[in-house]
């Protein structure tokens, strides 16, 4: 197919797919609204754990799971929103993304904890 049919065909594929990149779309971790530029979307457990279901998150929120926990600690632990929330790493660096405007970002550092496993 070639030339208006093609585009056709195209643009009748993407009228099907849900909008939901341009939706508002509330943080689930720090309750925030995440821009869709820094909306990532994270698997509750991991795939390397079989893991299929997956929340969108602000993408430092997300960074910053990955940041302070291992795959592993994810499935067996922390595989709720809730779970997540609890730990206190992750209750004081919520805390503090709250206070930001909601496109912030900045690099995350893997925890100290984490680098001693290596």
Known sequence: MTGRIRKKLIQAQL??????R????????????????QQDAH?????SHGGTHTVVLHRIC???????FTETELARTYATVEALKQREE??????????????FFE???????LKSRR
């Open 15 to 20: 009228d099907g797919l849900p909008a939901q």
């Open 22 to 37: 341009n939706n508002v779309v509330l943080c689930p971790l720090c309750e925030r609204l995440v821009p869709s530029c």
């Open 43 to 47: 698997h509750l457990v991991p795939k």
């Open 62 to 68: 997300h960074r910053q799971i990955h940041a302070l």
């Open 90 to 103: 992750m209750a004081r660096f919520i805390r503090w993304v709250q206070t930001k405007p909601d496109a």
């Open 107 to 113: 690099k995350s550092r893997k925890s100290q904890r």
